[in-house]
């Protein structure tokens, strides 16, 4: 998630504008500090949206409208549910190992940007996977294109290479959001998009065993066995609607090990009071925490994230990770 930043190649003085008022939003998850003359008048005119008006839905789009993004960046992303646009960029170039197991792409390595538009403008929100390396470059890159970076932080305990995670949020033009993007990228070693494999691989998991233990039914992806559980209350950054696509979503992520073993990885998305719910019932499970930090600057209602890891038998991991999903707000299967 993420807050409002200007993009410094956009629009002229009535954009500008409108970007100082949006300042306070979410990237990749996150919100930020408008600087500048116009800054100071930044809470006022948050405080008087708030007050005359509701937060802005995103806008239903189609694909036709992100080809600029696709593109620039030369990766053909999905649109989802018609409003979030998700383009993915995985580190497929980096063999990660922790704990004596090489790390999937798509158990941790699966950065992504996505775009919204709104009646204000377009929204970025995206989290970027990079090594120690190539961060200060990247940091370089963003702060240059007016993209803001909302938070920095690890998804694994111990790691080779060193590998950092940054959430990334922007306000402005389609134009102006993917060429700044498109730096960032240029500064790392991300490959370019290839095509998904026709068929998926086979996950040596009781898959039917972990939906029944989740409560949910999960999605094979590359080898990985996912779940991506949005919740069940609105969330915004005080002027925009955020749909769950944008990542605001708790995902859990099992690797197979062989055997019916699996990997797991991910993050909760959970208001303060559920924060320590969460941890105690992970513990009790045997599931190590990782990391507990903000996505974004200014999410309303705020919100943290916790990474985790652990490995075992997928369904005994399953079953230990149900109590705290339990302890969080999650929307209702469908």
Request: proline share 7%; hydrophobic share 40%; charged share 15%.
């Amino acid at each position: 998630m993420s807050p409002h930043s200007h993009m410094k190649p956009a629009v002229g003085a009535a954009a500008t504008l409108l970007l100082v008022a949006g300042s306070g939003l979410l990237a990749g998850c996150g919100s930020a500090t408008t600087e500048g003359a116009a800054g100071g008048d930044t809470q006022a005119v948050a405080d008087q949206t708030a007050t005359h008006g509701q937060a802005q839905q995103p806008e239903q789009t189609t694909e036709k409208d992100w080809k600029p993004v696709a593109d620039a960046l030369g990766r053909t992303g999905t649109l989802m549910k018609g409003t979030v646009y998700r383009v993915p960029l995985p580190r497929k170039d980096l063999t990660v190992t922790t704990q004596g197991i090489t790390i999937k792409p798509g158990l941790a390595l699966g950065g992504y940007a996505t775009f919204a538009k709104y009646h204000d403008g377009t929204m970025l929100m995206g989290d970027l996977v990079v090594t120690e390396d190539e961060l200060p470059k990247v940091t370089d890159a963003l702060q240059a294109a007016g993209i803001e970076q909302t938070a920095l932080h690890k998804h694994l305990l111990q790691q080779s290479p060193a590998i950092w995670w940054t959430h990334v949020h922007a306000m402005g033009t389609l134009a102006a959001l993917a060429k700044g993007l498109k730096s960032a990228l240029a500064a790392t070693a991300i490959p370019p998009a290839s095509p998904p494999p026709a068929t998926q691989p086979p996950i040596d998991l009781n898959t039917a065993g972990i939906d029944k233990a989740i409560g949910r039914k999960g999605t094979a992806d590359g080898g990985i066995y996912k779940f991506s559980i949005p919740r069940k209350n609105t969330v915004t950054d005080g002027m925009h609607v955020l749909p769950p696509a944008l990542g605001i979503t708790t995902a859990i992520n099992f690797q197979p090990l062989g055997g019916n073993r699996a990997a797991i990885n991910g993050d909760f998305v959970m208001t303060a009071p559920e924060v320590q719910k969460v941890i105690r019932a992970l513990r009790k499970g045997g599931i190590d925490i990782v990391e507990l930090h903000n996505h974004s600057l200014n999410d309303q209602p705020r919100l943290f994230y916790m990474h985790f890891w652990a490995t075992g038998d997928g369904v005994t991991l399953a079953k230990a990770l149900r109590p705290a999903l339990n302890a969080t707000a999650l929307a209702p299967t469908s």
